[in-house]
Every structure is written in structure tokens, then in C-alpha cells.
């Protein structure tokens, strides 16, 4: 990543971020990556300086994004350490470059190349202390939810136990309590037997039965 994409992530990170913990890091962040731009010896060693405090901050707001005020206590520890660590590197960038700008102030490049470097790891053990203590949070999570599950299908095998129970002790009863009940009124039938009578008078006859 180059210095300038590193530069204009952060910068946006505090401009849009949300979070005031996360905006405050993300500014200073942004702060020291200018003046390890303004560097002009050892630019490997600052360019990857520039990558470490980038990809922590993104590394930061990732997961303040997905975890939100679940771990709100611990994200604010780490961007407060964080931010503390930048701003104590920005001084001393800035004290180097009055040093090297002063007529008696004698400029160690190897100094420099050996402070980077030991601000790149200090950066790198922050942003690995963080992923390791988030997925820490994010595994007791996990493990939460699954024992919330578990007493869940628990409960809701005890529910089946105790519907089917009271459905067999309902069926029972019911049985036994079952009245038929059959009509007593009489049926009548009548039959309508159309038969060639040799009576005119009585075309058809009627039996009622």
C-alpha cells in the first residue's frame, strides 16, 4: 500500500468512522503518516512504517464496525494506547527534524532507520494484541450463544414432553366421556308405485310403511 493510499484510508476512517474513540486514533494516526512522508532517508523502512499504522487502524475500525458497543470497553483501552504510542512518535519525529534542521544537531541516519523500526513492531504487537483479544471476545461469544441454543432446544423438548402429555391425557378423557346420540323419531317411507290400475279414478297407489 503507498503511503498516500495509507494517508487518504485513515484520513477517511476519521472523517466517517462514527466513533469518537476510533476518530480520535484514526486523526492522529493520520498526523504521523504526514510527517513520516515529510522523511526523506530510509523511505523503505517509512513506507512500511506508514502500512503498519494504516492496517492497524483499518484493522480497528473493522471491528469496532462488527462487534459495535459489544466491546466498546476494550476498543477504547487499545485506540487510547494506540493513540498515546502515535502521539509520543509524533514528538519524536518532530524533535528529530529540529535536530537535523539545528546548526549542532547531528542527524544518525542510523538512529532513524533503528527507531522505525522499533516503532513498526511496537505498531505490529498493538494491532496482534487487539485481533487476538477480539477474537478472544468473539469466540466467548460464539460460546455463549451456542449454551443460549442448547438451553433453548432443551426447553423446547420439554415443551414437546409436557404438549404431548396433556394431548394423550385429553384424548383419554374425551373417550371416555363419549356419548353417541341417535335419533328416536320415526321414519316414514313412502313408496310410489306407478302400476296400470284397471280404475280410472285410482291412476296410482300409496303405501306408507
Known amino acids: 500500500m503507498p503511503a498516500l493510499n495509507a494517508c487518504l484510508k485513515v484520513a477517511n476512517i476519521a472523517e466517517a468512522s462514527g466513533v469518537p474513540y476510533v476518530e480520535n486514533v484514526a486523526k492522529v494516526a493520520a498526523s504521523t503518516l504526514k510527517l513520516l512522508e515529510q522523511k526523506r532517508k530510509n523511505k523503505k523502512d517509512s513506507k512500511e512504517l506508514c502500512e503498519s499504522i494504516a492496517n492497524t487502524i483499518m484493522v480497528i475500525d473493522d471491528f469496532v464496525r462488527m462487534h459495535g458497543e459489544l466491546g466498546a470497553s476494550h476498543f477504547k483501552d487499545i485506540c487510547a494506547e494506540m493513540e498515546g504510542y502515535l502521539q509520543k512518535m509524533a514528538e519524536d ?117
Open 93 to 209: 519525529l518532530k524533535d528529530t527534524k529540529r535536530k537535523h534542521r539545528g546548526i549542532k544537531g547531528v542527524f544518525s541516519v542510523d538512529d532513524f532507520r533503528d527507531a522505525i523500526q522499533a516503532y513498526r513492531r511496537r505498531v505490529d504487537d498493538l494491532k496482534t494484541d487487539f485481533i487476538i483479544h477480539s477474537v478472544g471476545d468473539c469466540r466467548l461469544e460464539v460460546t455463549q450463544i451456542m449454551h443460549s441454543v442448547g438451553d433453548c432446544r432443551l426447553e423446547v423438548a420439554q415443551m414437546h414432553s409436557l404438549l404431548k402429555d396433556a394431548m394423550a391425557k385429553a384424548v383419554v378423557g374425551h373417550s371416555e366421556e363419549l356419548v353417541f346420540r341417535i335419533p328416536k323419531k320415526p321414519v316414514a317411507i313412502t313408496a310410489f308405485f306407478f302400476l296400470p290400475l284397471i280404475n280410472a279414478e285410482a291412476p296410482y297407489c300409496v303405501f306408507d310403511l
